[in-house]
């Protein structure tokens, strides 16, 4: 297993310090020229290192992220580096401060290696951006395709070997889309169960989630349990995590639902449900009507997009002037509903929320393909009409969670008709993250893991990087 974990395990007692590693993090960033970030400062980088060094030296225990090198999307507030949330000017320096997850993070130990690339103010899932450039998928054939957004970079952070886990946001499938296009896991807990303050700037308050992605199960619950509510050692409660036996496990899929994807992704999914089946696992075929009408309301309601421009008016009053039209129009556009369709899509949410978790009772999983396309072609979502399409498409799967007050997780299971990742999502009910995580652990034990699984990124890729080695430094 290469990631946090492994560093954690093996990291302490040996002579590698934490310094020479930001080293080889700087060289290998400078390597992969792919946009992966919005903000690298390599002497920021190293005087963490040192820091963090001082502190092993010290015979201090350690953290149970010692070492680990973490990306951080740029919608999160670090001291000591700008946030610019994708726009084209900086935050105030309001936005600019460790939140809590930051500090749990920096507590256990975590080299915060920089801030990544993100749709502005993450209201997009293809992971455009115009302001700054948009990250290219490194799995891209001859054609440059979309890394998936809105934490546009933080896959690519994964695959370049820069960093073991990247911090995002998932507020209709933000870390999850860009996790499944980019062949990592990707995990959006349920809301509150990391909790935070100002952490980052928000998009929608009934929506928005903190999520990481990272290149296994296991080291996504080490984070989980590092940064969620509990004052256990991390490290213990990931080892004395139960593999849940597929046996007693109930997945339920609606294959009504699968057919909205794309042939052979649809194709992959069935035989990656028949592998869980092999492994022991109950497989049930349901209808889980409220998935589709969670999918439904969050596109007819707009809720994102009106609390999206609320807060702008709120926090940055001034900042629509420079807003890209991509992203500006579609906000403003969300000022036009009233207060009442507002307070009713909520109620309505709510109901579909509650008779969502009480299905729960008829399984413990449920099971979907993560996106039902492909990566998009860069050129092509350019088009506005093209763009809407598609940012509708990718999130067919992903923002019923949000909606519908759900945890996720999604993993690679196979490469589409391009050679690009195809994401398997498994999806938890409310508060149950421990037992989500536990049967995404066993899951990964039949599938393999990413590297083994997919494989790596192809190379040459067309972003001018001369190879991507997701092994930490070291």
Same mark, same amino acid.
């Given at each position: 297993?290469?990631?946090?974990?492994?560093?954690?395990?093996?990291?302490?007692?040996? #002579?590698?310090?934490?310094?020479?590693?930001?080293?080889?993090?700087?060289?290998?960033?400078?390597?992969?020229?792919?946009?992966?970030?919005?903000?690298?400062?390599?002497?920021?980088?190293?005087?963490?290192?040192?820091?963090?060094?001082?502190?092993?030296?010290?015979?201090?225990?350690?953290?149970?992220?010692?070492?680990?090198?973490?990306?951080?999307?740029?919608?999160?507030?670090?001291?000591?580096?700008?946030?610019?949330?994708?726009?084209?000017?900086?935050?105030?320096?309001?936005?600019?401060? *460790?939140?809590?997850?930051?500090?749990?993070?920096?507590?256990?130990?975590?080299?915060?290696?920089?801030?990544?690339?993100?749709?502005?103010?993450?209201?997009?899932?293809?992971?455009?951006?115009?302001?700054?450039?948009?990250?290219?998928?490194?799995?891209?054939?001859?054609?440059?395709?979309?890394?998936?957004?809105?934490?546009?970079?933080?896959?690519?952070?994964?695959?370049?070997?820069?960093?073991?886990?990247?911090?995002?946001? #998932?507020?209709?499938?933000?870390?999850?889309?860009?996790?499944?296009?980019?062949?990592?896991?990707?995990?959006?807990?349920?809301?509150?169960?990391?909790?935070?303050?100002?952490?980052?700037?928000?998009?929608?308050?009934?929506?928005?989630?903190?999520g990481v992605l990272t290149l296994s199960a296991v080291d996504a619950a080490l984070f989980h349990f590092t940064v969620?509510?509990?004052?256990?050692?991390?490290? &213990?409660?990931?080892?004395?995590?139960?593999?849940?036996?597929?046996?007693?496990?109930? !997945?339920? !899929? *609606?294959?009504?639902?699968?057919?909205?994807?794309?042939?052979?992704?649809?194709? &992959?999914?069935?035989?990656?449900?028949?592998?869980?089946?092999?492994?022991?696992?109950?497989?049930?075929?349901?209808?889980?009507?409220?998935?589709?009408?969670?999918? &439904?309301?969050?596109?007819?309601?707009?809720?994102?997009? !009106?609390?999206? !421009?609320?807060?702008?008016?709120?926090?940055?009053? *001034?900042?629509? *002037?420079?807003?890209?039209?991509?992203?500006?129009?579609?906000?403003?556009?969300?000022?036009?509903?009233?207060?009442?369709?507002?307070?009713?899509?909520?109620?309505?949410?709510? $109901?579909?929320?509650?008779?969502?978790?009480?299905?729960?009772? $008829?399984?413990?999983?449920?099971?979907?393909?993560?996106?039902?396309?492909?990566?998009?072609?860069?050129?092509?979502?350019?088009?506005?009409?093209?763009?809407?399409?598609?940012?509708?498409?990718?999130?067919?799967?992903? &923002?019923?969670?949000?909606?519908?007050?759900?945890?996720?997780?999604?993993?690679?299971?196979?490469?589409?008709?391009?050679?690009?990742?195809?994401?398997?999502?498994?999806?938890?009910?409310?508060?149950?993250?421990?037992?989500?995580?536990?049967?995404?652990?066993?899951?990964?034990?039949?599938?393999?893991?990413?590297?083994?699984?997919?494989?790596?990124?192809?190379?040459?890729?067309?972003?001018?990087?001369?190879?991507?080695?997701?092994?930490?430094?070291?």
């Open positions: 297993m290469a990631g946090l974990k492994k560093m954690r395990s093996t990291k302490i007692g040996l #002579d590698l310090t934490v310094e020479s590693m930001a080293k080889c993090i700087i060289d290998r960033h400078r390597t992969a020229q792919n946009l992966a970030y919005k903000s690298f400062a390599p002497e920021y980088l190293l005087a963490q290192a040192r820091a963090i060094d001082q502190v092993h030296a010290s015979r201090e225990k350690p953290g149970a992220l010692f070492g680990a090198p973490i990306s951080v999307k740029d919608i999160y507030g670090v001291d000591g580096l700008p946030t610019f949330a994708g726009t084209k000017r900086e935050l105030p320096a309001e936005w600019a401060r *460790d939140g809590l997850i930051v500090k749990k993070l920096k507590h256990a130990g975590a080299l915060l290696t920089g801030k990544t690339q993100t749709v502005e103010f993450a209201f997009g899932g293809l992971g455009q951006n115009p302001n700054w450039g948009t990250p290219v998928n490194p799995w891209s054939g001859k054609e440059a395709r979309a890394c998936g957004g809105s934490s546009c970079g933080a896959g690519l952070t994964l695959w370049d070997g820069t960093a073991v886990a990247a911090l995002g946001t #998932d507020t209709a499938g933000s870390v999850r889309v860009p996790a499944s296009m980019t062949g990592a896991v990707g995990f959006r807990p349920t809301k509150g169960a990391w909790a935070t303050d100002r952490d980052f700037f928000p998009l929608s308050q009934s929506l928005d989630g903190p969620g509510q509990t004052q256990d050692d991390p490290l &213990n409660l990931v080892n004395g995590l139960s593999r849940k036996n597929l046996s007693s496990i109930k !997945i339920a !899929i *609606d294959t009504e639902l699968v057919r909205y994807s794309q042939s052979d992704i649809g194709q &992959n999914f069935e035989e990656s449900i028949a592998e869980l089946s092999r492994a022991g696992a109950h497989i049930e075929d349901v209808r889980f009507s409220e998935f589709s009408a969670a999918h &439904n309301w969050y596109f007819e309601s707009n809720v994102a997009g !009106i609390e999206g !421009i609320a807060q702008l008016r709120t926090h940055l009053p *001034d900042w629509l *002037d420079i807003v890209h039209p991509f992203i500006g129009d579609r906000l403003k556009a969300a000022e036009n509903f009233s207060a009442s369709a507002y307070l009713q899509a909520l109620a309505q949410r709510c $109901e579909l929320a509650c008779r969502a978790n009480e299905r729960f009772s $008829e399984f413990d999983i449920f099971a979907t393909p993560t996106l039902p396309i492909s990566p998009p072609v860069i050129s092509q979502i350019e088009l506005s009409e093209k763009y809407y399409e598609q940012n509708h498409a990718v999130t067919q799967y992903t &923002n019923p969670v949000n909606v519908l007050d759900l945890s996720a997780i999604t993993m690679p299971t196979g490469l589409d008709r391009f050679g690009l990742p195809i994401g398997f999502q498994l999806i938890g009910q409310k508060g149950q993250d421990t037992k989500l995580l536990s049967v995404a652990i066993s899951a990964m034990e039949v599938f393999g893991e990413p590297l083994s699984r997919i494989g790596r990124p192809p190379t040459p890729t067309p972003i001018g990087s001369t190879g991507f080695d997701p092994q930490p430094c070291g």
